[in-house]
């Protein structure tokens, strides 16, 4: 790669691929301008979305795709090592939390949403500040899509001949890094938001042309090549090639790549937004349109006959006063107002949005989907489909980060940490020291999965609701039977555990327990001493009331047939009102 040659053909390649990029890199702009709208900054989008689809699309997402950084599972191939395996996890999962890596799964699926997201890992190189990054220190960096680029001639992403991306680095360490070219010969770049190609970058919504930096940098380009598996750098301005060295990272690269629709024949993902935003616009148009209708209808008084005494004395009178009127009695007229089909339609619109967007009702719980709870679970399990999809790519992706990072702890020859372990049965935690000396075995012997269930949503309210859940749907079905087995409900455990994952301490304070009080029962007959503790008899009223439902879905549908001049029962136009 050192020939001339090559490496003016590799750069002509790139830049061709670039160009390539133009079209999908400015679609996910005009995608990240209507999710911010008209009011994020001078760059935003160019109307006002007063019903922005996009963002509600994507916070919903972004929060169930990645509420949280994920926790890893290591297991071992061999027996001997299973101790250590659980050792290697204690370590490697403290690397989330120094690293932020929540922050950056979060942002990465929000880029995933639009386009489609890059991660580079590695380790900042000893005895520098390459990157910005202290020396020996993980990064798992999220790369721009308008920085990053891969071979375009390639139909899969096995298939490409390289990948890279564009960055910023000071002056002095770019200089420092030079290995194959004069470090005199390198000059810094003035600052811009405009790509390769004259292209505006999503960085520009907030960001102005001719920026004043505080260090003086140069912008570089990082080029893995899997086929020779080397790194090359080059200055992007002035062509020179700063350096390239054989890759001794994880086999996979430096790159970790995150698209939720494969386009067959392309290597290019194809984003959700991009099949949700000509509703979104469409709905947006829609909406501003009836506003102006809303804002253009008036209501005045015409007067008949009389005269601009009398009628300038009506006007002025107030509510009772008694004034001398010669004229006919005035009458109102109103002109304007809200066009009916047009917002019958808007309505349509709004449901085909929540419909292609994997039916956002259920999955943001923004509202009941029907009138029962076991018709609303299959609903929302119906729905959970394209998530369900869109999680197992997300946790690959995790898991391809996780791995690379646990490869660069393991092979670091300063890396020392101190775990923690439990010991089992007994209420004791041991702190061990996990560095190369305690490590055993090859990291291949080692096997990593992601735990599904550490990246979802753990906030107290979600598990006031999954307490919720269990007990209307297994404890208090199976009460009585559990009771005759000797089971009983802690509820003052029960109030204590509600008070506290609702934020509500007063609760607890607001109920008392009292010491419970043993029914007399001949002794030694257990079967008198339970029959003592449960009524004689019971009694039970079943009383079943047929009304319509009060979904939001249901209410949409009874308005958009009124709209329409079409009929409805009386039932149907009370629920439009009634909470569902």
Request: overall charge negative.
């Amino acid at each position: 790669m050192s020939a001339g040659f090559k490496f003016d053909k590799l750069k002509t390649s790139i830049a061709w691929s670039i160009k390539q990029l133009e079209t999908p890199r400015k679609n996910r702009l005009n995608a990240i301008r209507q999710y911010v709208g008209k009011h994020y900054s001078d760059s935003g989008s160019e109307f006002r979305n007063p019903t922005n689809f996009i963002e509600l699309a994507m916070t919903i997402y972004t929060r169930q795709l990645a509420a949280r950084a994920p926790k890893a599972m290591v297991t071992a191939r061999q027996q001997a090592l299973r101790p250590y395996a659980k050792n290697m996890e204690l370590a490697i999962n403290q690397i989330p939390a120094e690293i932020n890596l929540s922050s950056t799964l979060q942002r990465a699926v929000a880029e995933a949403m639009v386009g489609y997201a890059v991660v580079k890992v590695g380790i900042s190189p000893s005895g520098s500040m390459v990157l910005g990054a202290d020396p020996g220190k993980l990064f798992a960096d999220l790369i721009s899509a308008d920085d990053h680029f891969f071979d375009m001639s390639a139909k899969s992403r096995e298939k490409m001949q390289y990948e890279g991306n564009d960055y910023w680095l000071p002056i002095d360490e770019a200089r420092a890094l030079c290995m194959n070219a004069d470090p005199k010969k390198l000059e810094a770049d003035p600052h811009t938001v405009i790509g390769a190609n004259g292209a505006d970058k999503a960085e520009g919504i907030t960001q102005n042309e001719g920026g004043d930096v505080y260090c003086e940098q140069v912008q570089l380009r990082d080029v893995w090549l899997p086929g020779t598996r080397q790194m090359l750098t080059y200055a992007i301005t002035s062509g020179e090639q700063i350096r390239i060295i054989d890759w001794d990272g994880p086999e996979c690269g430096p790159y970790h790549t995150l698209g939720f629709s494969d386009v067959p024949g392309n290597a290019l993902f194809l984003p959700p937004v991009a099949l949700w935003i000509d509703l979104h616009e469409l709905g947006n148009t829609l909406f501003r349109k009836l506003g102006r209708q809303a804002e253009s209808k008036k209501t005045v008084a015409a007067f008949q006959g009389g005269n601009d005494e009398d009628v300038n004395a009506l006007k002025a009178a107030t509510d009772g006063e008694g004034i001398r009127y010669n004229g006919s009695k005035p009458e109102a007229i109103t002109v304007g107002g809200i066009d009916a089909p047009t917002l019958a339609f808007y309505i349509q619109i709004k449901d085909l949005f929540t419909y292609f967007a994997g039916n956002l009702d259920a999955l943001g719980g923004l509202g009941a989907l029907s009138d029962t709870v076991g018709q609303d679970k299959m609903m929302s399990e119906a729905a959970s489909t394209r998530l369900n999809q869109m999680a197992e790519r997300t946790v690959d992706f995790a898991k391809g980060i996780f791995k690379s990072l646990a490869w660069y702890e393991w092979t670091n020859p300063v890396s020392e940490r101190l775990i923690q372990k439990e010991v089992k049965g007994a209420n004791i935690v041991l702190e061990r020291k996990w560095s190369r000396e305690t490590m055993k075995g090859d990291f291949i012997d080692y096997n990593f999965e992601i735990d599904v269930y550490s990246m979802q949503d753990d906030s107290p309210s979600t598990k006031m609701q999954k307490l919720g859940t269990a007990i209307e749907r297994f404890i208090f079905p199976m009460l009585e039977p559990m009771m005759q087995q000797g089971a009983r409900i802690n509820f003052k455990g029960l109030v204590d555990t509600i008070a506290h994952l609702g934020n509500i301490p007063e609760l607890a304070d607001l109920i008392e327990f009292a010491e419970p009080v043993e029914a007399d029962a001949p002794k030694g007959d257990p079967k008198a001493r339970h029959e003592k503790t449960l009524p004689n008899n019971t009694h039970r009223t079943y009383e079943r009331i047929n009304r319509p439902g009060a979904t939001r879905h249901g209410k949409d549908d009874v308005m958009t047939r009124l709209l329409m001049g079409g009929g409805a029962q009386g039932s149907e136009i009370a629920a439009i009102g009634r909470v569902a």
